[in-house]
DNA sequence: GTAGGGTTAG
């Protein structure tokens, strides 16, 4: 490292300083830090902050404590320095003495404590610093923006935002924009997006990877190819998180084959973007493929995680390959050295339980080392529903619902089992335990995308502008409809329990409308994508098989489940928990009771 | 020195 013949200067210490910061090389840091030492090398305060500054990064406070209190001048920076590595290792009131006790102040120690409040959640304390610090630069506003965020706040947040007026960069903005996605508002953050846009603030990578996410929850394709061209028309640097936000876009809004391409075309891949790649193969009911590519993670040397166990065995469940997921299961802890959580158990439930192997996925509930959660006795309860197991699914609905009692879709769920056997009394048992329990309804909502627009619709909301051609429209199709043999589930509807509310304006669910519009909105042949928050329920399941014949389009619905490709009449779930009979027949069927 | 980003079972 050193040369005997060249002298460092405090420069030379500072930049290799910084370098070992970065990487971060605590050894070769400390090393480094010694030899000089040795050499009787006097540091300068520069040389004492960047110091101070690289124990701190590399989690040695100790270090950092100790030449803090030695240092014998200490400036603006060498405080900053130390409140924001206190602040860091949680020690917000040592952090808050120093900063009071500081001779003088500039704006980065005022926004060090607001960033440590807001780390602790105390945004009142970090108000407080935030308005006394009379040198408020775009930091300030930004961490402060930020901690409305991450504290629920976006009304606030954006109140300051607004304020703002031009004095935003590119960081306030990609905070705001974060701030609505990580809230569930992904319309919203792309709007800001476009309003970025029109200020001609330059978008970052960070930029994208938010907007990326919006895409991949709003399941807006168009949208998400639109940025991704974005990326390579501004040479922004796609690196693993970028990679990564691109995979998992393309996966979940339906596209399997350009997130393998992305995923093959980066030239570093670290574990987030293998998860994405094996989650993504696996919901798309490749397993073999998921298979594969965890095979060819291990000889790159990547070490596996919960997650990529979570991609692999659901993977494996929805193509059926039972002996496969039984032995990676088996083999997760021994081999790999990650301990099964409850989730890989509640997906050996529904891989066992999917195959028929009722019995055996009842005793590993039973024998699971955690407690059992709602999940994985609602991923049993499905294929005793599957299988017709009547015996088994009374067992499993007890504890469901004294798991779970807020939960409304483990009722909805359950009133469909009883109505499927015409136990209406259980019916309206489940309907009145509902009310009891002031059980509320999520809203449905399903998106869909016209000419990068993408268009909500909410249950029980009539305020989209074609709203009236719409239901026309639905109230022709169901007439043609009925011209292929299907009856609409009105016997059912009585007694059934809807998982969304349904005002009495609007007569469909969400996902119904939200198709309706694509067939009206595009050309024919041209595939229909539309994502829901709900599960489908099975007459709209039905209803879209009969659509895509009728009208002759792919429909692919992304639901909260899972992927439902409607084409031709048939669905690519191979109606796997949609055993949907029109009511009229329930009664002629045998159930083994 | 201080602010912004990614994968998870029904």
């Known amino acids: 490292m050193l040369r005997e013949d060249v002298f460092p200067d405090n420069t030379t210490f500072s930049v290799v300083l910084r370098a070992c910061t970065a990487v971060p090389a605590a050894r070769a840091g400390e090393g480094f830090h010694c030899q000089i030492f040795k050499l009787g090398f006097e540091f300068d305060l520069f040389s004492q902050t960047g110091l101070l500054d690289f124990y701190a990064k590399v989690g040695d406070l100790s270090s950092a404590k100790r030449l803090f209190a030695e240092m014998p001048d200490r400036d603006v920076v060498a405080h900053n320095v130390m409140i924001a590595a206190l602040g860091k290792f949680g020690y917000a009131s040592d952090a808050r003495k120093l900063f009071d006790e500081m001779p003088d102040r500039n704006s980065a120690s005022y926004n060090s404590m607001i960033s440590i409040y807001c780390k602790l959640g105390d945004i009142h304390s970090a108000g407080l610093i935030f308005y006394r610090n009379p040198v408020k630069d775009v930091v300030s506003w930004n961490a402060m923006i930020d901690g409305y965020c991450k504290l629920d706040d976006l009304t606030k947040a954006w109140e300051l935002f607004d304020r703002m007026g031009s004095a935003k960069n590119s960081i306030t903005w990609n905070t705001m924009i974060s701030g609505y996605v990580q809230h569930g508002e992904f319309g919203r953050a792309i709007s800001i997006f476009q309003q970025m846009q029109e200020q001609n603030v330059k978008p970052t990578e960070i930029t994208m990877v938010s907007l990326l996410s919006a895409c991949a929850h709003l399941g807006a394709l168009d949208i998400g190819k639109w940025i991704h061209a974005y990326i390579r028309r501004q040479n922004l640097r796609t690196d693993v998180v970028l990679g990564n936000a691109l995979i998992d876009m393309y996966s979940k809004c339906g596209s399997i084959e350009a997130a393998l391409d992305v995923f093959h075309g980066l030239p570093m891949k670290n574990i987030f973007c293998w998860n994405s790649i094996i989650v993504g193969l696996g919901m798309h009911g490749y397993g073999d493929d998921a298979i594969n590519a965890f095979v060819e993670m291990e000889k790159e040397g990547i070490k596996p995680d919960g997650v990529t166990f979570v991609g692999l065995l659901s993977g494996c469940s929805h193509s059926g390959l039972v002996s496969e997921g039984r032995d990676y299961f088996s083999q997760m802890s021994g081999v790999y050295g990650v301990n099964p959580g409850i989730e890989h158990y509640g997906c050996m439930v529904d891989l066992l339980g999917r195959a028929g192997f009722l019995e055996e996925a009842l005793e590993l509930v039973k024998t699971m080392r955690m407690k059992p959660n709602s999940v994985v006795w609602g991923s049993l309860l499905r294929a005793c529903r599957i299988y017709k197991d009547t015996k088994i699914s009374e067992q499993v609905t007890q504890h469901l619902l004294e798991l779970d009692p807020h939960d409304g879709g483990n009722y909805v769920f359950l009133s469909n089992i009883y109505a499927s056997v015409n136990r209406w009394e259980d019916v309206e048992l489940c309907r009145r335990l509902m009310s009891e329990r002031g059980v509320h309804k999520t809203p449905g909502c399903s998106s869909i995308e016209v000419g990068n627009i993408v268009h909500e619709f909410v249950a029980g ?23 292929l043999g ?44 539309v994502v829901k928050n709900l599960r489908t329920c099975d007459d709209c399941h039905a209803t879209l098989k009969l659509i895509s014949k009728l009208f002759m389009r792919v429909i692919i619905v992304r639901d909260k489940n899972r992927f439902h490709h409607f084409r031709d009449g048939s669905c690519s779930c191979k109606d796997y928990c949609y055993a949907f009979v029109p009511t009229q027949f329930i009664a002629r069927i045998q159930y083994d009771e």
């Open 486 to 529: 299907h009856e609409p589930d009105t016997d059912s509807v009585l007694h059934d329990i809807e998982e969304e509310e349904k005002e009495s304006a609007v007569r469909y669910h969400s996902e119904r409308i939200a198709v309706a519009f694509g067939i009206m909105s595009t050309p024919p042949g041209k595939s229909i994508r």
């Open 461 to 483: 909301d009539t305020s989209h502008p074609q709203f009236t051609q719409i239901n026309t429209f639905l109230d022709e199709i169901s007439w043609e409809l009925r011209g």
